[in-house]
């Protein structure tokens, strides 16, 4: 006799959703801008640290939809569990490198960590919550799981400046300790999955049914994708959204750096300015529902992507650290405000069948582009100079709002039908 277990509640998987969040990105902010600062400290070069990031990004781009469509064939949680164990292993690898060639094979593990793990908690939580409520908002529990987010890599970014202005281990980089205590968090992050991520119980997945199921949830994906408009612009939007990323996530530090003139130095300054912009990325995605009643999901979306973009701009374009980090924590809040309700946007536009590949989809044009736009901004950087290019950057980014016009016009002309 087999006993079925209580199917969780909206109210219960949210908690649990945010606490899983929460867990999964506080190693992210201990080691916040130091994934550049350290190769630059073993000697690699501007162009060099672009080459390696765009590796992961293009581990991600071809590994985005396989994954997605895995997750939505047997499950989200053995995705999350596999993804745990990767980054424990990603981060030990890149801990101990100190060539291109060994930094390269820690951001490859990194790209299939990220590629397994972007979507699947997400789409188990809507999942779940939809299940409970059809009705539930869900930009809500989304901004709640976004504030949590920035939350933790707030406190990990100010833990990570703390321990390198520490440095108690004068035998080894100051830039060392966030990276063992990050190894360290992924575990536990795996370890709460085991337990908390609870989902229907499914026949026993074998090799065969994973490799028939997983090209049959792709097509699916892709099928809705060709056939919706408001979808692929949303879509679209990342092409955008992610050049703006690479300004505040890997540019923002090299120009500290320069300006303060040692990587040490930018480490330990970035690290409280980090914890601060995360905490304002936690006060922007809190403020999601705020922003839904006065300009409507849409609407949100569009003033996000054009308002984060001018901020990048200003990063660039402000003389001196005060300026470049007042402007890097207005990206940040903007940023927080703007992804719970592309996520909204998007989710209008799946359902369970196709969740975890709509937004494997989103991911792998966020990330590709990514990667593409390293190798370009970054040469540009070493040639002329970080600030030129996060002001290009900046101004390029600011053209995404347009692809939220086709859900704009669909939000108001009535509800819309959740897709399968």
Not at 377 to 383: D, F, I, N, Q, T
């Amino acid at each position: 006799m087999t006993m079925t277990t209580p199917a969780l509640t909206r109210r219960q998987a949210e908690r649990r959703f945010v606490l899983l969040t929460a867990v999964r990105w506080l190693p992210v902010g201990l080691t916040i801008g130091m994934t550049v600062l350290l190769p630059l400290e073993r000697g690699l070069g501007l162009a060099e640290i672009g080459v390696l990031l765009s590796v992961q990004g293009f581990v991600v781009l071809g590994l985005e939809l396989p994954t997605g469509g895995l997750a939505d064939a047997i499950g989200r949680r053995p995705l999350l569990l596999a993804a745990s164990a990767l980054a424990v292993a990603s981060t030990c690898v890149f801990l101990l490198a100190e060539s291109f060639a060994v930094f390269a094979i820690a951001l490859v593990l990194q790209g299939v960590f990220r590629a397994l793990d972007s979507g699947p908690l997400e789409a188990w939580f809507v999942d779940v919550a939809l299940a409970d409520d059809p009705d539930a908002p869900l930009d809500t529990p989304l901004g709640r799981g976004a504030a949590a987010l920035g939350i933790a890599i707030a406190a990990g970014a100010a833990a990570g400046g703390a321990l390198v202005a520490w440095h108690p281990f004068a035998a080894m980089s100051a830039l060392v300790l966030p990276f063992i205590l990050a190894a360290a968090l992924y575990a536990v992050s795996g370890v709460l999955v085991a337990i908390l991520v609870r989902e229907p119980a499914r026949a026993r997945v074998t090799l065969r049914f994973a490799v028939r199921e997983t090209p049959l949830a792709m097509r699916g994906g892709v099928r809705l994708l060709r056939g919706s408009g408001v979808l692929r612009a949303l879509v679209l939007v990342e092409v955008f959204w992610s050049i703006a990323m690479i300004a505040f996530e890997s540019l923002t530090p090299i120009r500290l750096a320069e300006q303060l003139g040692a990587e040490s130095t930018a480490a330990a300054v970035f690290g409280p300015s980090s914890a601060l912009a995360w905490g304002l990325f936690a006060v922007g995605s809190a403020s999601v529902p705020l922003l839904r009643r006065r300009l409507g999901t849409a609407g949100a979306a569009i003033a996000m992507r054009a308002v984060n973009g001018l901020f990048v701009v200003l990063m660039g374009l402000a003389a001196g650290p005060a300026g470049l980090l007042i402007g890097y924590g207005l990206a940040y809040l903007t940023h927080g405000a703007a992804g719970p309700v592309h996520n909204a946007l998007l989710h209008r536009q799946s359902g369970p069948q196709t969740r975890a590949m709509v937004l494997s989809m989103n991911s792998m044009i966020a990330g590709g582009s990514y990667s593409l736009g390293l190798l370009v901004l970054m040469p540009l950087a070493e040639v002329t100079s970080p600030a030129v290019a996060i002001v290009a950057a900046g101004a390029f980014s600011v053209v995404g709002a347009l692809g939220y016009l086709p859900a704009l016009r669909q939000e108001r002309s009535g509800p819309v039908a959740e897709n399968t």
